[in-house]
């Protein structure tokens, strides 16, 4: 009997109604500045879209131009309600959204199960939101694709490098690592620590620690590989909730990271 992971935050983080969801994406996704790359990975904001939608849109805006080309895509994004040692596979066989129903890359599940550090945790997958708001993204940008869904708790750079490395693939796999930045700090306080957050990611420098980046394991695993594969990080947006639907007085902070192959 199949498992289906059912969405935990429509209506809350984004649009319950089909039509208004992708009419929203779609409006993002052709308000974002087109940026002419080849992305291998991306990194994406989390938050409710009327706060990082936009900024969502700009690093799924960037795949547009291989879209058809993608299959696979690999999803990492932290835990927010439940503790977890190492990443944790949903051990359902598909993820629904109001859009629609995702089908998970059973062979990439598998590929990985035997890695020490990769465990079974449908409880944090369940309400986990980090994951789950990316998909009408990448629902209404690709044509074709499974998931590899994977929550990361208590892990090292090196772990979570070990993992996208068994399942890096070729141009059919794009790789999705769900972070926001820093969080609850005065406006002015938070554009200096996210200015600095995204100059060690430019610059390839890890770990990102967690209260810059509440993704920062797998953003930092992310790195370690991207190091190993002579990937070029590209800054496309980087902007908090004061700037998008906010007050200023505390906000959090978003930013989208595209990673090419070197030329």
């Given at each position: ?7 935990a ?31 291998k ?25 291989i ?22 596979l ?5 993820f ?25 945790s ?34 090292t ?13 070729g ?6 690592i ?6 609850y ?21 890890q ?44 906000v959090?902070?978003?930013?989208a ?7």
């Open positions: 009997m199949s498992t289906v992971r059912p969405p935050v429509a209506g809350m983080f984004y649009p319950a109604e089909p039509a208004q969801l992708a009419h929203d994406v779609q409006h993002y996704l052709e308000e974002a500045r087109p940026f002419g790359l080849v992305p990975a991306l990194i994406v904001p989390h938050a409710g879209y009327i706060y990082s939608g936009a900024i969502a849109a700009s690093a799924y805006a960037s795949i547009k131009a879209a058809s080309r993608i299959r696979r895509v690999v999803l990492l994004g932290p835990t927010h309600r439940v503790a977890v040692r190492g990443l944790a949903p051990g359902a066989d598909a629904d959204t109001p859009l629609g129903r995702v089908t998970l890359d059973v062979a990439g599940a598998r590929a990985i199960a035997s890695l020490p550090q990769v465990g079974i449908a409880q944090a997958h369940a309400l986990e939101h980090s994951l789950e708001v990316q998909l009408p993204f990448l629902q209404s940008i690709l044509t074709d694709f499974t998931l590899l869904p994977l929550a990361v708790g208590m892990a750079a090196e772990e979570v490098a070990e993992v996208l490395e068994t399942v890096w693939g141009d059919e796999t794009l790789i999705v769900s972070s926001d930045l820093s969080h700090l005065p406006y002015a306080t938070a554009q200096q620590v996210d200015q600095a957050t995204a100059q060690a990611i430019l610059k390839l420098q770990p990102i620690p967690h209260d810059q980046a509440c993704g920062g394991t797998p953003v930092s695993g992310l790195i370690v590989a991207a190091q190993k594969h002579r990937l070029s990080p590209h800054l496309l947006d980087l902007r908090n909730s004061g700037d998008t639907a906010g007050s200023h007085d505390r959090v902070g978003y930013a990271f595209a990673f090419t192959p070197a030329e």
